[in-house]
T-cell receptor, first 115, second 115 residues
Framework: NAGVTQTPKFQVLKTGQSMTLQCAQDMNHEYMSWYRQDPGMGLRLIHY???????DQGEVPNGYNVSRSTTEDFPLRLLSAAPSQTSVYFC??????????????FGPGTRLTVT | AQKVTQAQTEISVVEKEDVTLDCVYETRDTTYYLFWYKQPPSGELVFLIRRNSFDEQNEISGRYSWNFQKSTSSFNFTITASQVVDSAVYFC????????????FGSGTRLSIRP
């Protein structure tokens, strides 16, 4: 299993540009989440999904859109990039059942710089 | 509302010392899960432990131990005989059962182990 994969690993955007961060998991997990990590702020939840077709906002959703058309994929779209969105983005997946219930499996992260 | 507080921003100890990382949480849920994750300098997020609210037994795994006390809403993490490889940022996290997959992370504690 590849686990949780994220692309790209690095990205530089200019202010106002849009882009999509890709996230995929092959563990058949129902739950998927996007976090951003900024120095001294820990991991803050952007959006999350409890299944295909169902998404909800986390702590810092402004400026981001998500969709979940399949169990495997959970892309994060930046609508109009701003310097404040410079951060490291992590995608995670988990399942509510089984011996590892709710344990978050994280992708390797995407380092985004907005100039 | 859910909240996780890791008051210790940075800790530095000499190798072989014991060190405790504090985690205090807030939730109105009676059923909830607590987690610890490690983020080494390489940047990936590594799952360490999950504890549910009905299991207050302390957990020990090698040099790592966790003390869960509902009376003080704390879930502290102790490393015994620390090693340089323990240097990392450690995150405590909380999932309230009513919040589906909305896991909230603390701001993290940066632990440095000096040789």
């Amino acid at each position: 299993n590849a686990g949780v994969t994220q692309t790209p690993k690095f990205q530089v955007l200019k202010t106002g540009q849009s882009m999509t961060l890709q996230c995929a998991q092959d563990m058949n997990h129902e739950y998927m989440s996007w976090y951003r990590q900024d120095p001294g702020m820990g991991l803050r939840l952007i959006h999350y999904s409890v299944g295909a077709g169902i998404t909800d906002q986390g702590e810092v959703p402004n400026g981001y859109n998500v969709s979940r058309s399949t169990t495997e994929d959970f892309p994060l779209r930046l609508l109009s990039a701003a310097p404040s969105q410079t951060s490291v983005y992590f995608c995670a997946s988990s399942s509510p059942g089984g011996s590892s219930s709710y344990e978050q499996y994280f992708g390797p992260g995407t380092r985004l710089t907005v100039t | 509302a859910q909240k996780v507080t890791q008051a210790q921003t940075e800790i530095s100890v000499v190798e072989k010392e014991d060190v405790t990382l504090d985690c205090v949480y807030e939730t109105r849920d009676t059923t909830y899960y607590l987690f610890w994750y490690k983020q080494p300098p390489s940047g990936e997020l590594v799952f360490l432990i999950r504890r549910n609210s009905f299991d207050e037994q302390n957990e020990i795994s090698g040099r790592y131990s966790w003390n869960f006390q509902k009376s003080t809403s704390s879930f502290n993490f102790t490393i015994t005989a620390s090693q340089v490889v323990d240097s990392a940022v450690y995150f405590c996290a909380l999932l309230g059962y009513s919040s589906a997959s909305k896991i909230i992370f603390g701001s993290g504690t940066r632990l440095s182990i000096r040789p």
